[in-house]
């Protein structure tokens, strides 16, 4: 059985305690805003939200995009943004343009695994670390799977190299101290490609997110978008526009943050306490931890049978090789989600993976 078969045989069953999946917090959907938003939608003679729109999608929210990046310091006109289904699509698009057949695209040594595949989908060679690269893919602000925030030196090296730069923020405004750093954006325009979104702070379900590409490129990208889904969901984009202009958005974060802080601590203290021997960093922001182990997979199949056992034992996780550029690494390592679990479920979720851990190694 695969991976992703464990993993979503995992997920149907109730009694399994899902520790995977890098899913929000429901209880932080703003269920009646977006209610009023939809009812709002539907009471316009217009019935705009049922039309058609431009590729590059409504105005308002494309405008709301670019003063917050303004404000953190990137010089860019509403003319420049694209509005996509959700961050997936912006690192799609970009991919187009930049990543080709035998193209060297530098990761991180764990990074987010949807764009690692759609890397390999397009035959690109994954370079690690100062290995040459035609351009680079960049979890800015938060990454992940570590919930860790960047090192300034890596940052302004990445500027000084030149190399062209996908550059995704799902994570950036979640960061547990409020840190929201000024964006490559505003210090490589003419190379980055940023990649933005609101699955993470308002809901993954509304597929909205954003593409700024360099400014020569913007109507070439645009005619791609066109090509590939006409738009993105009008309803989507006019629900999300009518939240960001009735309601605080930033309060919304703060809140989202201090959850998500709270829970982590938990996660992060049942861990030290019941798996001492899988070591992690504490995180700086985000949904996860990434918790890595000195234990030598001896066979390509271990990820598999670790998680077979685990959900055996009535918890579920996302196995470390999903996020590594270079599988087959030697030990067993791990992401463990605290986003979407309240901290009863988290502790006895951790208790869980202490049984299944000891139970796989005397296997």
Known sequence: MSLDAIVREGAADSSVIMLGGG????????????????????????????????PEGRIGLRKWVAARLRRRGADVDH????????????????CQFLVRPGARV???????????????????????GKEPADCAYVMDGIDNPHGSAPDPDARASLIREGLPLIVDEAYAELDFESRIRRPLLADARDRVWHVGSVSKT?????????????????????????????????????????FLTT??????????????????????????????????SEPAGGFAIFLKTDHVAEHP?????????ATGH???????????????SGTLAM?????????????????????????????
């Open 79 to 94: 003319n420049a943004v694209i509005l996509t289904a959700g961050a997936q699509q912006g690192i799609t698009l970009a």
């Open 247 to 280: 309601e605080d958005y930033d309060a919304h974060l703060v809140r989202a943050r201090d959850l998500y802080a709270r829970r982590a601590g938990v996660l992060s203290t049942a861990v030290r306490r019941h798996l001492p021997e899988w070591r992690f």
């Open 23 to 54: 899913m929000p917090a429901t209880e932080l959907f703003p269920r009646g805003s977006l209610t009023r938003a939809f009812r709002a939608a539907m009471d316009d003679p217009t019935a705009a939200a049922l039309q058609y729109d431009w």
């Open 202 to 242: 308002l809901s993954p379900g509304l597929r909205t997110g954003w593409l700024v590409p360099p400014p020569d490129l913007v109507e070439r990208v645009r005619r791609a978008k066109f090509t590939s889904d006409l738009q993105s969901s009008t309803m989507s984009q006019l629900l999300v526009e009518r």
């Open 314 to 328: 009535g918890v579920a996780f996302d196995p470390g090789a999903l996020f590594q550029a270079r599988p087959g």
């Open 301 to 309: 199949t271990a990820d598999e049978e670790w998680l077979r056992t």
């Open 335 to 363: 992401r463990l989600c605290f986003s979407a679990a309240d901290d009863e479920h988290l502790i006895a979720g951790v208790k869980r993976l202490r049984t299944a851990w000891r139970a796989h190694l005397e296997a």
């Open 106 to 128: 530098r990761v991180s040594v764990e990074s987010y695994p949807a764009a690692l595949e759609l890397f390999r989908q397009r035959e690109a060679v994954l370079a690690l």
